[in-house]
């Protein structure tokens, strides 16, 4: 093996880079007021239009075009630029809140001496900004911009450090120091030097809740049928089919779409787990054969590499833009490989299903400040049920961290705010510095840096119900930006578009109004999708089917191999001498877990490998 040093290229295919002309840079000249294409290449689906008042640039797809244009004269045979130009002058900067789609699009308002750059909402398409001199850059690609005179390759120090403690207070940030992220159902405005950003769509709108009625919810097959015809819209597909509800949805519409236009019916790409608490092959297969499907399955350890999952996912995080999250990544991009051997164009899987199916564990706390004990008792038997983990951990994290303790928390938080505001600041800077791990950076001022950065994004305390205040803000999370991000990134290297049905903005507007005892319906959770699907392929046991989930196989994983990839890597030198860690403090933190004694530490080690392969080749 090499190590990620040594490596050239990702060992996954070469990286396709700004350097292979496959991306777009665009600049905005504020004393001037023109946005200008620094550079494009052909293909790259962005388009450009406008006249000296107005010029846009759009690279993605544009869902509601036609519903659009019938509301703008002489729009109807406009390309999907043209036609946001004309949509911009007739509805200036509330034109963000009526599109529907996956893009990144800026509009250059010369009469206003301003730009406007919006992200669709739920994050398909990246757009990333730089200041160099007196441009503002944009792009889909951290390398582009990085490739681009005047924006330097300077690591953002706090944010790497908050990487390790998985805390990231700052969502516009990348971690790059000159670099900054749209975040998702975001614009941002600049006039002159003035920067103001702003989301612009959320799925609950603030204030007292307008529940979906019974009507509404019998749409989900409709929204639902709607978004994965939206995908499918965009080229052949194959579906990553795990045997789940949510993937399994995802085909059944997409099978039904394609039977009804006469398409061939979309490639199930299936993998099989050695680990038998998360080999779904018979569902698998029982689904294909119900739906029409033709199936391939791909044993995991081949396509996970020859050198282990881990190894090959230190080596693929070496040549990425940021740092990878999901580790199994690498077998995901084998399997997509054979999609496209099939002749597929597009990749459709289950994601955002489990957010948007189901009522979250903030639940617990909604129902305990008012006095439901039946619906708790209700609600907690139908999470057991549905997901497979012990009893104890179920208690413990449901009814206890997320019930009880984060509403008693809350409380006794909004008391002190309001009572006794310096203790409650005091209390929250504490929580801050416990937070912060002896082994995050001996140099006192990043250290200072980061407690006060953790300060002050702690969670405040709310009125209201956690569970709504959640559904709120869950969207918001930079989690989910990065990980839409690294989709978009896994798809650019496979040539390939990688596609959510469930992120759809008017799926997810109805799934976070419909009412979690409607989602929970029958005694099981996610029950619009279920009932859909056990009506369908009654023999694939969907009515009674639990989540599987991955977390002991991802923690025998990392224990098994951790101890090989952490001396490849040599420890954390690149870290260390980036000042992000105390270097003994910390091999003596990951000590149990490199031994295989402490199973619990895996996510934090496998956090620490990620960064460090990553960081041994970016700076």
Same mark, same amino acid.
Request: proline share 7%; with cysteine; aromatic share 10%.
């Given at each position: 093996?090499?190590?990620?040093?040594?490596?050239?290229?990702?060992?996954?295919?070469?990286?396709?880079?700004?350097?292979?002309?496959?991306?777009?840079?665009?600049?905005?000249?504020?004393?001037?007021?023109?946005?200008?294409?620094?550079?494009? +290449?052909?293909?790259? %689906?962005?388009?450009?239009?406008?006249?000296?008042?107005?010029?846009?640039?759009?690279?993605?797809?544009?869902?509601?075009?036609? =519903?659009?244009?019938?509301?703008? $004269?002489?729009?109807?045979?406009?390309?999907?630029?043209?036609?946001?130009?004309?949509?911009?002058?007739?509805?200036?900067?509330?034109?963000?809140?009526?599109?529907?789609?996956?893009?990144?699009?800026?509009?250059?308002? #010369?009469?206003?001496?301003?730009?406007?750059?919006?992200?669709?909402?739920?994050?398909?398409?990246?757009?990333?900004?730089?200041?160099?001199?007196?441009?503002?850059?944009?792009?889909?690609?951290?390398?582009?911009?990085?490739?681009?005179?005047?924006?330097?390759?300077?690591?953002?120090? %706090?944010?790497?450090? =908050?990487?390790?403690?998985?805390?990231?207070?700052?969502?516009?940030?990348?971690?790059?120091?000159?670099?900054?992220?749209?975040?998702?159902?975001?614009?941002?405005?600049?006039?002159?030097?003035?920067?103001?950003?702003?989301?612009?769509?959320?799925?609950?709108?603030?204030?007292?809740?307008?529940?979906?009625?019974?009507?509404?919810?019998?749409?989900?097959?409709?929204?639902?049928?709607?978004?994965?015809?939206?995908?499918?819209?965009?080229?052949?597909?194959?579906?990553?089919?795990?045997?789940?509800?949510?993937?399994?949805?995802?085909?059944?519409?997409?099978?039904?779409?394609?039977?009804?236009?006469?398409?061939?019916? $979309?490639?199930?790409?299936?993998?099989?787990?050695?680990?038998?608490?998360?080999?779904?092959?018979?569902?698998? #297969?029982?689904?294909?054969?119900?739906?029409?499907?033709?199936?391939?399955?791909?044993?995991?350890?081949?396509?996970?590499?020859?050198?282990?999952?881990?190894?090959?996912?230190?080596?693929?995080?070496?040549?990425?833009?940021?740092?990878?999250?999901?580790?199994?990544?690498?077998?995901?991009?084998?399997?997509?490989?054979?999609?496209?051997?099939?002749?597929?164009?597009?990749?459709?899987?289950?994601?955002?299903?489990?957010?948007?199916?189901?009522?979250?564990?903030?639940?617990?706390?909604?129902?305990?400040?008012?006095?439901?004990?039946?619906?708790?008792?209700?609600?907690?038997?139908?999470?057991?049920?549905?997901?497979?983990?012990?009893?104890?951990?179920?208690?413990?994290?449901?009814?206890?961290?997320?019930?009880?303790?984060?509403?008693?928390?809350?409380?006794?938080?909004?008391?002190?705010?309001?009572?006794?505001?310096?203790?409650?600041?005091?209390?929250?800077?504490?929580?801050?510095?416990?937070?912060?791990?002896?082994?995050?950076?001996?140099?006192?001022?990043?250290?200072?840096?980061?407690? =006060?950065?953790?300060?002050?994004?702690?969670?405040?305390?709310?009125?209201?119900?956690?569970?709504?205040?959640?559904?709120?803000?869950?969207?918001?999370?930079?989690?989910?930006?990065?990980?839409?991000?690294?989709?978009?990134?896994?798809? #650019?290297?496979?040539?390939?578009?990688?596609?959510?049905?469930?992120?759809?903005?008017?799926?997810?507007?109805?799934?976070?109004?419909?009412?979690? =005892?409607?989602?929970?319906?029958?005694?099981? +959770?996610?029950? %619009?999708?279920?009932?859909?699907?056990?009506?369908?392929?009654?023999?694939?046991?969907?009515?009674?089917?639990?989540?599987?989930?991955?977390?002991?196989?991802?923690?025998?994983?990392?224990?098994?191999?951790?101890?090989?990839?952490?001396?490849?890597?040599?420890?954390?030198?690149?870290?260390?001498?980036?000042?992000?860690?105390?270097?003994?403090?910390?091999?003596?933190?990951?000590?149990?877990?490199?031994?295989?004694?402490?199973?619990?530490?895996?996510?934090?080690?496998?956090?620490?490998?990620?960064?460090?392969?990553?960081?041994?080749?970016?700076?």
């Amino acid at each position: 093996m090499t190590t990620p040093r040594a490596a050239a290229a990702p060992p996954l295919g070469r990286a396709r880079t700004s350097a292979d002309g496959v991306d777009w840079v665009a600049a905005w000249h504020p004393a001037a007021a023109r946005l200008q294409l620094v550079r494009s +290449s052909a293909d790259v %689906p962005q388009q450009a239009a406008g006249s000296d008042d107005v010029r846009v640039l759009f690279d993605g797809v544009l869902y509601n075009g036609p =519903e659009l244009a019938a509301q703008l $004269p002489g729009a109807a045979e406009a390309d999907p630029a043209t036609l946001l130009a004309l949509a911009y002058r007739r509805w200036g900067s509330d034109l963000p809140s009526r599109l529907r789609g996956v893009f990144a699009l800026l509009i250059a308002d #010369r009469r206003q001496g301003r730009l406007l750059a919006v992200r669709d909402p739920l994050g398909g398409y990246p757009l990333f900004y730089a200041a160099a001199g007196d441009r503002v850059l944009f792009s889909t690609s951290l390398d582009a911009l990085l490739d681009q005179p005047g924006v330097a390759r300077t690591p953002n120090l %706090p944010g790497l450090a =908050e990487h390790l403690l998985h805390q990231w207070t700052a969502p516009d940030e990348t971690y790059y120091a000159t670099i900054w992220r749209l975040r998702p159902g975001h614009w941002l405005r600049i006039t002159g030097a003035e920067r103001h950003s702003r989301r612009y769509w959320q799925p609950l709108a603030a204030g007292p809740v307008a529940w979906a009625s019974e009507d509404e919810v019998a749409g989900f097959d409709g929204l639902m049928q709607q978004a994965v015809a939206r995908c499918v819209a965009q080229g052949r597909p194959a579906i990553w089919l795990s045997g789940g509800i949510d993937s399994a949805t995802v085909a059944m519409h997409a099978s039904d779409l394609a039977r009804q236009s006469g398409e061939p019916p $979309p490639s199930a790409l299936c993998l099989d787990f050695p680990d038998l608490t998360l080999n779904e092959e018979t569902v698998q #297969r029982q689904v294909a054969a119900c739906l029409g499907l033709p199936r391939e399955l791909v044993p995991f350890d081949h396509a996970a590499g020859a050198d282990g999952l881990l190894w090959e996912s230190l080596q693929l995080t070496a040549g990425w833009p940021a740092p990878l999250w999901g580790m199994f990544t690498p077998a995901y991009y084998h399997l997509s490989q054979r999609g496209r051997r099939h002749g597929c164009t597009i990749i459709l899987t289950g994601s955002g299903g489990d957010e948007a199916l189901s009522a979250g564990p903030h639940y617990a706390a909604h129902l305990m400040a008012a006095g439901e004990w039946t619906r708790l008792a209700h609600y907690f038997s139908v999470f057991h049920r549905s997901y497979k983990a012990r009893l104890r951990y179920n208690v413990y994290n449901i009814l206890w961290v997320y019930g009880l303790r984060g509403l008693l928390g809350n409380q006794a938080a909004r008391w002190l705010r309001d009572t006794v505001p310096t203790v409650y600041a005091a209390n929250r800077r504490n929580r801050a510095l416990r937070l912060t791990a002896a082994w995050i950076t001996g140099d006192p001022p990043l250290r200072q840096a980061v407690v =006060e950065r953790l300060t002050a994004r702690m969670p405040q305390a709310v009125r209201g119900s956690l569970y709504l205040q959640q559904a709120r803000h869950e969207l918001q999370a930079p989690l989910l930006a990065m990980e839409a991000e690294e989709t978009f990134e896994l798809g #650019r290297r496979l040539g390939m578009r990688l596609l959510q049905p469930f992120w759809d903005a008017d799926l997810l507007h109805l799934l976070y109004r419909t009412r979690p =005892e409607r989602l929970q319906r029958g005694g099981w +959770s996610k029950a %619009p999708a279920r009932e859909a699907l056990n009506r369908r392929c009654p023999q694939a046991g969907f009515a009674t089917q639990a989540k599987v989930g991955a977390l002991h196989f991802f923690q025998r994983t990392i224990v098994r191999d951790a101890a090989a990839c952490w001396r490849q890597l040599g420890g954390t030198p690149a870290l260390a001498r980036l000042g992000v860690v105390d270097a003994p403090a910390l091999a003596a933190r990951l000590a149990p877990t490199l031994a295989g004694a402490d199973p619990r530490g895996a996510y934090q080690l496998w956090n620490v490998l990620r960064l460090e392969a990553w960081a041994q080749t970016h700076f």
